[in-house]
């Protein structure tokens, strides 16, 4: 029987599509997070207080044999690593004998002799200091798996099942995040998150397909119900028809490859370029046959650092990530500290605001000979390796004088090539001005959109307003690409926007000439662009820029561009 459309729809959930790829299965929930018990839960005078502590040893094996178990089944080494670690901690002793004394001797309830046992240790290990003191978040992880098993609750957090499953939730900690098995995990929805946050750069890094931002979705997608994701165009349908499944499916199966030429369907040439933060990403955008980088984020190199790294030092992690790319552009960011990349030896650590603070391109005014030395290592490094064609871009830049002094703070070390990101609305609006000086401009979407919507980009409940198809936004964006044209300089887009195959053919639309995004996302984004000739990119970007909301530019674009559905993306 025909499916009919109110029914459908009422089946379907949208969000935002941060991670492109197409996955069903069932859903699983997070387990709902362990409250304190009662400080009232004791014991009756006739209870049998030596079964009672009984208990706790034989939750606390279980909670161990559990930890040890998924351990052995994790495939990647961080999880494995992270689960053998907390597995051998249960093993401690301390924990158990202290919560069973307080059931002999306190007469508490065994959930509550646990949680206060678990307040006890926490309290040694910090005045223990240093390692010690790191560990008390595994003691509270610890404590939760075992008063769950004591009142016969799941296990807090990720599910522990065996079937490979499409995580629901209203929004992922980055600790819980970060310890997702990509062999289990076909699909994340969240609720919250943003396009920018923990969750979709996570689910981005792992090549787990994800929507985030689908209001609604814990409530429509119940735990045990079969889920059809797309994490390209943030589209999820609940119990959907066997059809609909293979007929996706299908789509998911076609390996896609790019070939090193970005073009529109009619041979409209765009660079399609990587964003790197290491050698490891490096190794991948090559291997992916990147045009090359389109964002360096040296800061990844020094966010462990507390001391500024030396030029040499520098010489050589520069060095190494252009020796990649032999005869290809390869556009490096100077350090971008603060907010959410601090650098203990560049920001403050005081500031109220730090989003509004002393961040990016200002620091240089705190420390301009780190600036310095950082533009002569880059200068070093360019020289040994002239193959590369080595472009240099500021991040945060918000006047036309920032972008001047930087330009000529560049052309002091021999570095010609000298633009700045676009991430401030400020900079968006001048962009003519700035781009008399700059020989180019990035967009820096994440952020630009962060600042057009005074939406903290990290912050999972605001992420509606932090989604760059935000008509606002893209008027920056168009704002950006005239002052491009005007100056006949070349403008590109290195925010996760360019990594969405339909937002990329918009911004091509708008004017950009290149789009960088993570590796992952290139192939997809280049049969996207393939697919549209480019008057349509054209139209397209017209109707997303008259839109009223973020809802109804992603959904008349989507409309208007059958080709990406008949790609499956
Ligand atoms: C951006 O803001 O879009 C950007 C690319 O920079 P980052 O994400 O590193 O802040
Ligand atoms: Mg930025």
């Given at each position: 029987?025909?499916?009919?459309?109110?029914?459908?729809?009422?089946?379907?959930?949208?969000?935002?599509?941060?991670?492109?790829?197409?996955?069903?299965?069932?859903?699983?929930?997070?387990?709902?997070?362990?409250?304190?018990?009662?400080?009232?839960?004791?014991?009756?005078?006739?209870?049998?207080?030596?079964?009672?502590?009984?208990?706790?040893?034989t939750?606390?094996?279980?909670?161990?044999?559990?930890?040890?178990a998924?351990?052995?089944?994790?495939?990647?080494?961080?999880?494995?690593?992270?689960?053998e670690?907390?597995?051998?901690m249960?093993?401690?002793?301390?924990?158990?004998?202290?919560?069973?004394?307080r059931?002999?001797?306190?007469?508490?309830?065994?959930?509550?002799?646990?949680?206060?046992?678990?307040?006890?240790?926490?309290?040694?290990?910090?005045?223990?200091?240093?390692?010690?003191?790191?560990?008390?978040?595994?003691?509270?992880?610890?404590?939760?798996?075992?008063?769950?098993?004591?009142?016969?609750?799941?296990?807090?957090?990720?599910?522990?099942?065996?079937?490979?499953?499409?995580?629901?939730?209203?929004?992922?900690?980055?600790?819980?995040?970060?310890?997702?098995?990509?062999?289990?995990?076909?699909?994340?929805?969240?609720?919250?998150?943003?396009?920018?946050?923990?969750?979709?750069?996570?689910?981005?890094a792992?090549?787990?397909?994800?929507?985030?931002?689908?209001?609604g979705?814990?409530?429509?997608?119940?735990?045990?119900?079969?889920?059809?994701?797309?994490?390209?165009?943030?589209?999820?349908?609940?119990?959907?028809?066997?059809?609909?499944?293979?007929?996706?499916?299908?789509?998911?199966?076609?390996?896609?490859?790019?070939?090193?030429?970005?073009?529109?369907?009619?041979?409209?040439?765009?660079?399609?370029?990587?964003?790197?933060?290491?050698?490891a990403?490096?190794?991948?955008?090559?291997?992916?046959?990147?045009?090359?980088?389109?964002?360096?984020?040296?800061?990844?190199?020094?966010?462990d650092?507390?001391?500024?790294?030396?030029?040499?030092?520098?010489?050589?992690?520069?060095?190494?990530l252009?020796?990649?790319?032999?005869?290809?552009?390869?556009?490096?960011?100077?350090?971008?500290?603060?907010?959410?990349?601090?650098?203990?030896?560049?920001?403050?650590?005081?500031?109220?605001?730090?989003?509004?603070?002393?961040?990016?391109?200002?620091?240089?005014?705190?420390?301009?000979?780190?600036?310095?030395?950082?533009?002569?290592?880059?200068?070093?490094?360019?020289?040994?390796?002239?193959?590369?064609?080595?472009?240099?871009?500021?991040?945060?830049?918000?006047?036309?004088?920032?972008?001047?002094?930087?330009?000529?703070?560049?052309?002091?070390?021999?570095?010609?090539?000298?633009?700045?990101?676009?991430?401030?609305?400020?900079?968006?609006?001048l962009?003519?001005?700035?781009?008399?000086?700059?020989?180019?401009a990035?967009?820096?979407?994440?952020?630009?959109?962060?600042?057009?919507?005074?939406?903290?980009?990290?912050?999972?409940?605001?992420?509606?307003?932090?989604?760059?198809?935000?008509?606002?936004?893209?008027?920056?964006?168009?704002?950006?690409?005239?002052?491009?044209?005007?100056?006949?300089?070349?403008?590109?887009?290195?925010?996760?926007?360019?990594?969405?195959?339909?937002?990329?053919?918009?911004?091509?639309?708008?004017?950009?000439?290149?789009?960088?995004?993570?590796?992952?996302?290139?192939?997809?984004?280049?049969?996207?662009?393939?697919?549209?000739?480019?008057?349509?990119?054209?139209?397209?970007?017209?109707?997303?820029?008259?839109?009223?909301n973020?809802?109804?530019?992603?959904?008349?674009?989507?409309?208007?561009?059958?080709?990406?559905?008949?790609?499956?993306?």
């Amino acid at each position: 029987m025909p499916v009919l459309a109110d029914e459908a729809a009422a089946r379907t959930v949208t969000g935002i599509g941060v991670c492109a790829g197409i996955a069903a299965g069932r859903v699983f929930h997070l387990t709902e997070p362990i409250t304190e018990p009662s400080p009232g839960l004791r014991l009756g005078p006739r209870a049998d207080h030596r079964a009672e502590a009984d208990r706790i040893e034989t939750a606390s094996d279980r909670v161990q044999a559990a930890l040890v178990a998924a351990a052995e089944r994790a495939t990647g080494q961080h999880t494995k690593e992270m689960l053998e670690a907390t597995a051998a901690m249960s093993a401690d002793p301390m924990l158990v004998s202290d919560a069973q004394r307080r059931v002999t001797e306190e007469h508490l309830v065994a959930e509550r002799a646990v949680w206060e046992a678990a307040e006890s240790v926490k309290k040694q290990f910090q005045q223990l200091g240093g390692y010690f003191a790191e560990r008390t978040s595994d003691i509270n992880d610890i404590r939760d798996r075992v008063i769950a098993e004591l009142s016969g609750r799941l296990a807090p957090g990720l599910p522990m099942v065996d079937e490979p499953y499409v995580l629901v939730a209203p929004d992922l900690a980055p600790s819980i995040a970060a310890t997702l098995d990509e062999n289990l995990v076909l699909a994340i929805v969240t609720d919250g998150a943003g396009p920018t946050s923990h969750t979709a750069i996570i689910a981005n890094a792992k090549g787990i397909p994800a929507v985030v931002a689908a209001l609604g979705a814990t409530e429509q997608l119940r735990p045990g119900v079969t889920a059809l994701v797309n994490g390209s165009s943030g589209v999820v349908v609940a119990s959907p028809s066997d059809e609909q499944v293979a007929s996706a499916l299908k789509h998911a199966q076609v390996v896609r490859t790019f070939d090193g030429h970005g073009h529109t369907k009619d041979g409209h040439a765009i660079a399609i370029l990587a964003n790197v933060g290491d050698t490891a990403s490096a190794r991948e955008a090559a291997a992916a046959n990147a045009e090359g980088v389109g964002l360096f984020r040296t800061e990844f190199c020094f966010l462990d650092r507390t001391e500024s790294p030396t030029v040499n030092e520098q010489v050589e992690q520069y060095g190494e990530l252009f020796a990649q790319f032999p005869d290809k552009k390869v556009v490096i960011r100077t350090l971008d500290s603060g907010a959410d990349k601090p650098l203990p030896f560049l920001t403050f650590d005081n500031e109220e605001n730090p989003a509004l603070g002393v961040r990016g391109y200002r620091t240089a005014g705190r420390a301009p000979e780190l600036l310095d030395e950082q533009l002569e290592a880059i200068a070093q490094a360019a020289s040994a390796h002239p193959s590369t064609d080595v472009w240099v871009m500021a991040p945060m830049v918000s006047t036309v004088d920032e972008a001047e002094a930087f330009v000529e703070s560049c052309s002091r070390h021999g570095l010609n090539t000298a633009g700045v990101m676009i991430e401030v609305p400020s900079a968006a609006l001048l962009s003519s001005h700035i781009l008399a000086s700059a020989r180019f401009a990035s967009i820096g979407t994440n952020d630009l959109t962060q600042y057009a919507m005074a939406a903290d980009r990290l912050m999972g409940p605001l992420a509606q307003y932090n989604d760059p198809w935000q008509p606002a936004v893209l008027q920056l964006i168009d704002a950006a690409c005239k002052g491009g044209k005007l100056n006949d300089r070349p403008v590109g887009v290195c925010g996760e926007a360019a990594a969405n195959p339909a937002l990329a053919i918009v911004l091509v639309g708008l004017g950009v000439s290149t789009v960088s995004m993570s590796p992952r996302a290139i192939p997809d984004v280049a049969a996207a662009l393939a697919a549209v000739e480019y008057k349509k990119c054209l139209e397209v970007a017209r109707t997303a820029l008259q839109a009223r909301n973020a809802r109804e530019a992603r959904r008349a674009v989507r409309a208007a561009l059958p080709e990406l559905a008949a790609l499956g993306l």
